[in-house]
């Protein structure tokens, strides 16, 4: 069984940092892409950051500069750094996986207070 377990979320104040982490278990073979999206309440979900297999990485454009995605493939985990968050950073986040199939984390809430 798969599972996609995330921690670090939390409530921030303006300017502050966190930090992610997403572990995968029970996924068979490489993972080729890991990436972090968020949700904010009455949007749709968008894409934060992405790392492919080789270590290549993409931001949305509201966090670059800010936010660094980074991997450990021996642990199957990736990670977020979030710096300078700002309230617009307020969303629940979620990991997402890519080997054989794809697979979604349960999400971890963010909050960033004025």
């Known amino acids: 069984q798969v599972r996609l377990v995330e921690s670090g979320g939390g409530l921030v104040q303006a300017g502050g940092s966190l930090r992610l982490s997403c572990a995968a278990s029970g996924v068979i073979g490489s993972i080729n892409l890991m990436a972090w999206y968020r949700q904010a309440p009455g949007k749709q979900r968008e894409a934060v950051a992405v790392?492919?297999?080789?270590?290549?990485?993409n931001y949305a454009d509201s966090v670059k500069g800010r936010f660094t995605i980074s991997r450990d493939n021996a642990k199957n985990t990736v990670y977020l750094q979030m710096n300078s968050l700002k309230p617009e950073d307020t969303a629940a986040y979620y990991c997402?996986?890519?080997?054989?199939?794809?697979?979604w984390g349960q999400g971890t809430q963010v909050t960033v207070s004025s």
């Open positions: 997402y996986m890519v080997a054989l199939h794809a697979y």
């Open positions: 790392i492919t297999s080789g270590g290549s990485t």
